[in-house]
T-cell receptor, first 113, second 113 residues
Framework: GDSVTQMEGPVTLSEEAFLTINCTYT??????LFWYVQYPGEGLQLLLK?????DKGSNKGFEATYRKETTSFHLEKGSVQVSDSAVYFC????????????FGKGTSLLVTP | ETGVTQTPRHLVMGMTNKKSLKCEQH?????MYWYKQSAKKPLELMFV???????ENNSVPSRFSPECPNSSHLFLHLHTLQPEDSALYLC????????????FGEGSRLTVL
């Protein structure tokens, strides 16, 4: 079945450092890919998405490119801020799951001043 | 005010109790979801409702009983739970099932003693 694997956390970075959170997926067909973010004490929020190969999703300085050849959707940000501290979830919606979202385990990010 | 509201935010119950979680969305969406979030595990999709009809039941034990009286409200009735059912239960909605853009509530933190 469809699944998502993302890097284990926690990830700790200094402010203004470069961020990469790896995400790879397994799916048949052409799933849509997403990154969600969960700030402390809150529900998940959609951060960005990509619906086909080579699409780049972007929002709030974060970017991720849908790479079909490597089945990846890595999240990147050039300069993180303390306010980016949160848990980040990679997810996919594909035909195997009736387009319901399959989430990864989440990666906790802590940005220190 | 968030578009998806969950009550109660925190719930402690014994294994013989009966309680219910409530979710309400003010976004005019047609699909609603229950997810279970446990530490160090991917979010688990429990139930999906589309236009008030249940379309997904992910092999959830019968001690969890969902109810969707209309497109704006979703309940999760709890009965004779086990300590391993302690988790954060997240409600979400989307315009239609399969769009992948879910809007989440802040969750109900359940502790089973």
């Amino acid at each position: 079945g469809d699944s998502v694997t993302q890097m284990e956390g926690p990830v700790t970075l200094s402010e203004e450092a470069f961020l990469t959170i790896n995400c790879t997926y397994t799916a048949t067909g052409y799933p849509s890919l997403f990154w969600y973010v969960q700030y402390p004490g809150e529900g998940l929020q959609l951060l960005l998405k990509a619906t086909k190969a080579d699409d780049k999703g972007s929002n709030k300085g974060f970017e991720a490119t849908y790479r079909k050849e490597t089945t990846s959707f890595h999240l990147e940000k050039g300069s993180v801020q303390v306010s980016d501290s949160a848990v980040y979830f990679c997810a996919l919606a594909g035909t195997n799951s009736g387009y319901a979202l399959n989430f990864g385990k989440g990666t906790s990010l802590l940005v220190t001043p | 005010e968030t578009g998806v509201t969950q009550t109660p935010r925190h719930l402690v119950m014994g294994m013989t109790n009966k309680k219910s979680l409530k979710c309400e969305q003010h976004l005019g969406h047609n699909a609603m979801y229950w997810y279970k979030q446990s530490a160090k595990k991917p979010l688990e999709l429990m139930f999906v409702y589309n236009f008030k009809e249940q379309t997904e039941n992910n092999s959830v034990p019968s001690r969890f009983s969902p109810e969707c009286p209309n497109s704006s409200h979703l309940f999760l009735h709890l009965h004779t739970l086990q300590p391993e059912d302690s988790a954060l239960y997240l409600c979400a909605s989307s315009q239609d099932q399969g769009t992948g853009e879910l809007f989440f509530g802040e969750g109900s933190r359940l502790t089973v003693l």
